[in-house]
């Protein structure tokens, strides 16, 4: 079963506008939660995290929130660039491992 | 570079033959991960290794993929008798201390094609 959940495998959306992917986990026993973005051919890099303990983080155009009581968290980017076309993991920790899910293939449009 | 660094970039070989994947860390990284990337799958974590410590090898599929990590830098994942579902990117990542939450760098990754 996965404890890691992108439900979308792909998202487009216009230049300019908010671009939300969504995550969805199973363990409660993760604490720490990232995202990770993805080119094709390329390794994945890391984006942005947010600890259990808050309930959003903020870096730049990027915003993780973190919905503990209903085990989802998610991405916003704004405003969306035709860089952001990737593909975007959700990934949560616990102890020393971290699982990723299964990404969403963001297509930002011109 | 001062990036993590995989060999080789691609790999196609015969089912049956063995095939190693070379990671190199980033430089001074007590940790390092592999994962797989089969299509349309997400990232499968395979096997860590952190400093000296034994290798958490929770991961991996089955006993004909090992792993070792030769001086706490090199590592190399071994599959023997390559299967055509072994056939996938198989992606290493290094992080400084392997501590929880820390960021993980990763490597362009091994693509595998079993025939």
């Known amino acids: 079963d996965q404890q890691v959940k992108q439900n979308s495998p792909s998202l487009s959306v216009q230049e300019g506008r908010i671009s939300i992917l969504n995550c969805d986990y199973t363990?409660?026993?993760?604490?720490?939660f990232l995202w990770y973005k993805k080119y094709p051919a390329e390794g994945p890099t890391f984006l942005i995290s947010?600890?259990?303990?808050?309930d959003k983080n903020e870096d730049g155009r990027f915003t993780v929130f973190l919905n503990k009581s209903a085990k989802h968290l998610s991405l916003h980017i704004v405003p969306s660039q035709p860089g952001d076309s990737a593909v975007y993991f959700c990934?949560?920790?616990?102890?020393?491992?971290?699982?990723f899910g299964k990404g969403t293939r963001l297509h930002i449009l011109p | 570079g001062a990036g993590v660094s995989q060999s080789p970039s691609n790999k196609v070989t015969e089912k049956g033959k063995d095939v190693e994947l070379r990671c190199d860390p980033i430089?001074?990284?007590?940790?390092l991960y592999w994962y797989r990337q089969s299509l349309g799958q997400g990232l499968e974590f395979l096997i860590y290794?952190?400093?000296?410590?034994?290798?958490?090898k929770s991961g991996l599929p089955s006993d004909r993929f090992s792993a070792e990590r030769t001086g706490g830098s090199v590592s190399t994942l071994t599959i023997q008798r390559t299967q055509q579902e072994d056939s996938a990117v198989y992606l290493c990542?290094?992080?400084?201390?392997?501590?929880?939450?820390?960021?993980?760098?990763f490597g362009p990754g091994t693509r595998l094609l079993v025939l």
């Open positions: 947010i600890s259990s303990i808050k």
């Open positions: 430089s001074g990284h007590t940790a």
């Open positions: 290794f952190q400093g000296n410590s034994a290798p958490d």
């Open positions: 363990n409660s026993m993760f604490d720490y």
């Open positions: 990542a290094s992080s400084s201390m392997g501590l929880r939450g820390e960021t993980q760098y």
């Open positions: 990934a949560a920790s616990e102890d020393d491992k971290i699982i």
